[in-house]
């Protein structure tokens, strides 16, 4: 579905978007590839403007799904990134429920679900990602949910208000964000996660222990080290789940959320260099000057951090395409903000500034009261130089840790834990 075409303007600047001969295209219908279509406009560019969305909807941020609009203090228009008017005053022309089939980069078109193909001078890839799938029995029976999608998330709305006991697999953000809000709606919760702790991979033992005692003091049945083994069903739909050691848990649901895999079948049919994601340069161009990449599919090599790195986060989304769309218009750019997220979770609220390399030895330096879950949390290297902090129900510090982080030096770990001297 196509918006209607933009009205007749007045102007000189208008007539100027209409007589232009350049192309540009954007493939994908989340936050990043409006933000991308807003800095184009915004930068002056004049050209023809297509975003190809494969949801029937606006494009909008993803964040609410599991937090405000679970929990009904949000609807899909609060979080829609710009209106259908913004798309038809900026000459944007958006085609919803349309998926790329294929990119050829040699005739620099890309083939529409109809057959037909669209031109373009420059491409922009924001294709974002889908959650995993689980290997097991029973994942496909009615009553197993997701959650990626403003539809996912309203069918969990429609849940939280009929069922009584959920199984959540997996302990990640979007697993426990879940749980929290279905446990404001009364649900009785039990989470399963294969690892020691919840956030693991994200936080680490010790952090992740403080989410932990978080959701068990709201009365979550947090079950760590476990595995599935399958969903059990009866007449084709979801009544529990049967971990390997056979202990059966009944439920009216069950939540898959044991993360997401990024988009990026598009780009290694076209050909791109592709390792788990698009590999992109400091400007977040691919390795075709005429293709750029953001949010969830970039693998950017990071100007700061020195490596490469993706990350699946709302910031890289809002952020990176006023780097990418400058890099489109031929202007030099560099993306090269600290990675950032957030989450809320009953009456906790963190934000986490920073980045620590999977595997990577580090120390966790704490300022504040971790049991009244109050403090601020600093990753350190072998140096004492840091590398992320997280500061949990503590706010206006994100620009001081992030000052900490780009300074690059050895701190002191007692001072840094000493919350009578300012981080």
Not at 221 to 235: H, P
Request: glycine share 8%; aromatic share 6%.
């Amino acid at each position: 579905m196509a918006l209607p075409p933009p009205p007749e303007r007045e102007g000189i600047r208008a007539k100027h978007l209409m007589t232009t001969d350049s192309r540009f295209v954007i493939v994908g219908g989340g936050l990043a590839a409006a933000k991308l279509a807003e800095a184009l406009r915004d930068n002056d560019f004049a050209g023809s403007l297509t975003l190809l969305a494969a949801e029937e909807h606006l494009p909008y941020e993803r964040p609410p799904l599991s937090k405000e609009h679970l929990l009904g203090k949000k609807a899909l228009s609060d979080f829609t990134a710009q209106p259908a008017q913004w798309y038809r005053d900026h000459h944007v022309e958006v085609m919803l429920g349309t998926s790329v089939s294929t990119v050829d980069r040699a005739s620099k078109t890309v083939a529409l679900p109809d057959g037909s193909t669209l031109p373009y001078d420059k491409l922009a890839l924001a294709t974002g990602s889908r959650t995993r799938r689980l290997p097991i029995p029973g994942v496909d029976a009615a009553g197993v949910y997701r959650l990626r999608t403003i539809e996912e998330s309203d069918a969990l709305i429609e849940l939280f208000g009929t069922a009584r006991r959920l199984v959540v697999i997996g302990a990640g953000w979007i697993g426990l964000e879940v749980t929290a809000a279905a446990r404001e709606h009364g649900l009785e919760v039990t989470v399963l996660e294969s690892e020691a702790a919840p956030l693991l991979a994200a936080l680490g033992p010790a952090m992740g222990e403080v989410f932990a005692q978080l959701h068990r003091a709201h009365g979550v049945d947090l079950r760590c080290g476990v595995r599935v083994a399958e969903i059990r069903t009866a007449d084709g739909r979801a009544t529990g789940v049967r971990l390997d050691d056979d202990t059966v848990i009944e439920a009216d649901a069950v939540l898959l959320a044991v993360g997401a895999r990024p988009n990026t079948e598009l780009a290694v049919d076209a050909g791109l260099a592709v390792e788990g994601g698009v590999l992109v340069d400091e400007s977040l161009a691919t390795s075709d000057p005429d293709i750029v990449a953001v949010g969830d599919i970039a693998d950017q090599q990071h100007p700061v951090l020195g490596r490469r790195i993706r990350v699946e986060h709302w910031a890289n989304a809002l952020n990176q395409p006023a780097v990418a769309a400058l890099t489109m218009l031929g202007k030099p750019a560099t993306y090269d903000r600290l990675p950032y997220f957030f989450t809320d979770q009953y009456d906790l609220g963190m934000e986490y500034t920073g980045y620590v390399a999977p595997g990577q030895q580090t120390t966790v330096v704490t300022r504040g009261d971790v049991a009244a879950r109050e403090f601020v949390a600093c990753w350190l290297d072998s140096g004492n130089r840091v590398l992320a902090g997280m500061n949990v129900n503590v706010w206006d510090v994100t620009d001081r840790i992030r000052e900490l982080i780009l300074a690059g030096e050895p701190v002191d770990p007692q001072r840094l834990a000493d919350t009578s001297i300012p981080l």
